[in-house]
């Protein structure tokens, strides 16, 4: 068994989520009678968006992170926890027993929950982000040596999110138009209670009249408002914070190169992003023909979801926007911020992916997904700087990273800084029976009422995202 999941485990990090996604596309498209040539028309065209999303994020977050770490070593605060980012975790995650072992029970666990009903996402075909469950069992493994607990723990955590990536899934695919689609990425979706909930308080306070989102901006501003001159006027308020001591100095032609680089670079993204969104959308074209013509064939109509990744959303104007104006913000947060020990650096530029949630449930309102994101993300600090120590352990122990010097740890500031994923962790770290009890208890109660009410979730969000329009 161990041998056949390292294999599997192999084969996902030899072929990556471009070439295992489109495949499992076509095989769904096959089973739900599309034709070949479409099922691999629209494999090819997923694949093709995947790998276009990946050149473009990958080639932008080349461009901002220098720049981001210029706003670090500008500030001068010597603070311990290293971030590395989500990219290495995702590295360590998948080379610890437990991922390696997880990632099967996953596998098996998301098709089959799906195939008989128990969900409508289908969260097998974003397989890639499991490793956000592994990084939180391999750490209870390193405190408890105990396997059995780490495997129900990260069970657990599953069941959660896929109950609440099924309650998001239609406003996240309404908002970023991704018709039949939904994202599961563990570590975006753990926040979406606290979205609601906060977008629901920040109704109350006014926040609705608050304009400011990309349309908004657009309709005042004309061609100053549109995508391209927001990711101009943004990427260059970064590039001029981060280069902002050398702007006059010495080294200033360097500097203004590089402050203007990040905003031409930026608006690149604004105008190049939906272009790839696009190609990567028409994939699920004949998916969704065929399911239509199904379904109509059918007396039992039955809507579902296809998890796709999380860099679909990613260069959505407003989720871009938001995301890129919160890295000064928690950068500056990181430092004053008691009992933090963390700089978060290389997963600031992941902000876009982590604030998707925020944005499609606040329908785009940028002031209340900077609101939201701020309150979140800043307990997520104090909770990756406690983490940090067992992170480090982890790391060391698959080899796969070596301290930089003594009294430094490292660690994911993009993964750890999740308050709920937390919760689950300390609750299982206790081993208290009754506590374990009580949060499988709370997520049957909250399933069963889902269940029940699962219109009414969806009219809520719908008629709540509606309150939020640009006339």
Known sequence: ME???????????????????????????????????????????????????????NSYMGIIAPIVQSMVDNAGVNLPVLDTGWQSTSIIAYSTTVGVLFIGVAIALQIILFLVGYTDVFMASDLWNNYSFMVWGSMLYALTKNMLLAMALMVVQLLYILLFSEMCALRWGTYYEYDGCCMTAPHHLESFPFAVLMDWILTKLGFNKIKINAAALQKKLGILGEPMMIGLFVGLLIGLIGEAPFLFGENALGAWGTALGAAINTAAIMAVFPKVAAIFASAFTSMSDAYKSRAAASAKDRRWFLSVNDACGYGETNTLVTGILLIPIMLLLSFVLPGNNILPMADLCALPYMVEVFVCISNGNIAKSLVMGAIWFSLGLIITSTLAPTFTEVAVGTGQFVLPQPGVYVCSFGILCHPLMCIFFYVFYSQNILLIAACVALYVVLYLWFRKNKQKVYDYLENNAAAYTVE
Do not use: H, Q
């Not at 072929?15 to 739900?32: D, E, H, Q, R, T």
């Not at 629209?42 to 473009?56: E, I, Q, Y």
């Open 3 to 57: 041998a056949f999941l390292n294999t599997l485990s192999n084969i996902f990090g030899a072929f990556g989520s471009g070439i295992i996604i489109p495949i499992i596309l076509f095989v769904l498209g096959k089973a739900m009678g599309v034709d070949t040539k479409k099922a691999f028309n629209s494999a090819l065209l997923c694949g093709v968006g995947l790998t276009g999303f990946n050149l473009v994020i």
